[in-house]
């Protein structure tokens, strides 16, 4: 039996989840998603790692459906709830699927694929009927689950994960952040992403903790969910605390002080899946006296790097590697460097991901020949702690034989009184390669853009300075929060 399904058995009386205004035990979960298991595995004894895809919201149900389909054998493909129908039907085409488990709310969403040939959309209440039968015993080694990068350049990837390697995600989590059974965490993430799957509701159900699901986010209710005392842990994406500042700044004196003092008495609280911005967590830290624990993952590895539970937590850094999982900066020519020298973050460890699905030479090329993963982020070691630096491809703009932080940039900009954001760019340039741009957001209709060359280059090197400045009203994003900037090259 996996291992975090003998856990919820050790807990069976204690409460696992909350969700819709229902509190349920870790063994309705495990009665549940047994019966979730039977039900796919329709008189067959074992799935034997068919992908099953599921449109459910972040709730107990989706839990039952994720843990069933693993109980039976398969291979859980999540799609997000609010992805278009051409995005989904892209995963499901990739994947190979051939089952849907979907929530009645989505049912009419995915109307258009009903007559397809050899897919088989189920209702979530006809994998919920009542149902019992052995269920196939799962080695570690089998896949378990299959998250789709966000895809910045080409179409998204499978990324397929083991349940040892899910195992080893948690477990390095539940050890560097010292996990308790008597922890209550908030889930506002996307459940189709490591963020919110792995570090908030794996390592609760993992440690024998609750977990409590709000299906969409709101200021309001989380700040109310603070207020009430039950809460010990908190992980968001720096978007959320920026409207949790918002919000905290539009009540009187009074009420921002039992907000204040609420929040204060947390243990942890957490930021990640996208870079946070130093102003924002200082802000968060006057509020609420948390320096906020910035970590570094991604899909194919789950978490890398965190900084310290216990202590020092630098700001604009994310600390050092994690328990089991070793990491190196290398060079183009994947020589490792110097520290204060930028290098591609390379990690080796348990937690790496299998493959990426049907890619043969796409995981191929990332890993490096002596089976290191090549991240394709840019990190240097400065005084003893790891500095993001950016995405190679993304983050970091080559221009006139410079290599430029656009993330540096971005937290220099937001410290001007007028900008409320940033997302800083490389546009292509015959003369320099890539010349440095800058999308601003601001509460004033209009900024003057040559005041801020001048303001910045009191801050930075000449050859940072934006060249280019457009004003926007909020920045493009995705659904974790992430400035998507191959969509914002369009607006210049």
């Known amino acids: 039996m996996i291992e975090l399904f003998q856990k919820a058995h050790l807990y069976k009386d204690r409460a696992a989840i909350v969700s819709n205004g229902n509190t349920y035990s870790y063994e309705d979960l495990v009665v549940k998603s047994s019966v ?70 989505y049912q009419d969403v995915l109307q258009p694929l009903e007559s397809r040939p050899g897919l088989s959309i189920i209702l979530l209440e006809g994998v919920f009927k009542k149902n019992s039968s052995p269920l196939p015993d799962i080695d570690l080694n089998r896949r378990a689950m299959m998250l789709y990068t966000s895809g910045t350049t080409n179409k998204p990837k499978g990324v397929v994960t083991t349940h040892g390697i899910i195992q080893s995600q948690i477990i390095t989590l539940v050890e560097a952040w010292e996990w308790q059974k008597d922890d209550y965490i908030l889930n506002i993430l996307p459940l189709h992403h490591v963020h919110g799957i792995i570090n908030v509701l794996s390592c609760a159900l993992w440690s024998g903790a609750c977990c409590e699901f709000h299906a969409k986010f709101e200021a309001k209710e989380v700040w109310g969910a603070i207020l009430s005392g039950r809460m010990t842990l908190f992980m968001a994406v720096p978007t959320i605390y920026y409207k949790l500042i918002n919000y905290w700044e539009s009540k009187n004196k009074k009420d921002q002080l039992l907000m204040s003092e609420a929040a204060s008495k947390l243990r942890l609280m957490v930021s990640g899946s996208a870079a946070l911005p130093v102003p924002v967590l200082e802000k968060w830290k006057s509020i609420t006296g948390h320096t906020l624990l910035e970590r570094y993952g991604m899909t194919e590895i789950g978490m890398g790097l965190s900084n310290s539970y216990r202590g020092e937590r630098r700001p604009g850094y994310v600390g050092l590697p994690l328990p089991g999982v070793a990491l190196r900066l290398v060079d183009k020519d994947n020589a490792p460097v110097d520290k204060d020298t930028p290098g591609e973050i390379q990690i080796k460890g348990p937690c790496v991901f299998k493959e990426y699905w049907q890619k043969e030479e796409a995981t191929k090329e990332a890993f490096a020949k002596d089976g290191w993963f090549r991240t394709g982020d840019v990190a240097m070691l400065h005084n003893g702690m790891y500095k993001i630096l950016g995405r190679d491809s993304v983050d970091i703009i080559k221009s006139g034989g410079y290599k430029i932080s656009a993330l540096e940039i971005e937290d220099v900009l937001r410290g001007h ?58 920045l493009p994003r995705n659904v974790l929060g992430k400035v998507t900037k191959n969509e914002l090259k369009s607006l210049f």
């Open 36 to 105: 979730v298991a039977t039900n796919l595995l329709n008189k067959a004894s074992d799935l034997k790692e068919a992908r099953i895809a599921f449109l459910v919201p972040p709730s107990f149900e989706y839990t039952a459906v994720q843990w069933g389909i693993w109980a039976a054998g398969g291979v859980a493909v999540p799609l997000c709830v609010q992805h278009p129908l051409p995005s989904m039907e892209y995963v499901i085409e990739d994947s190979g699927s051939k089952v849907i488990v979907v929530h009645k709310d």
């Open 417 to 474: 009184k007028d900008i409320e954001d940033s997302a800083v760019i490389g546009l292509e340039d015959e003369e320099w390669g890539e010349v440095v741009a800058a999308c601003l957001v601001s509460g004033q209709k209009a900024l003057d853009f040559e005041e801020i060359s001048k303001w910045l280059r009191a801050r930075l090197p000449a050859y940072k300075i934006p060249r280019k400045y457009i004003l926007q009203k909020k």
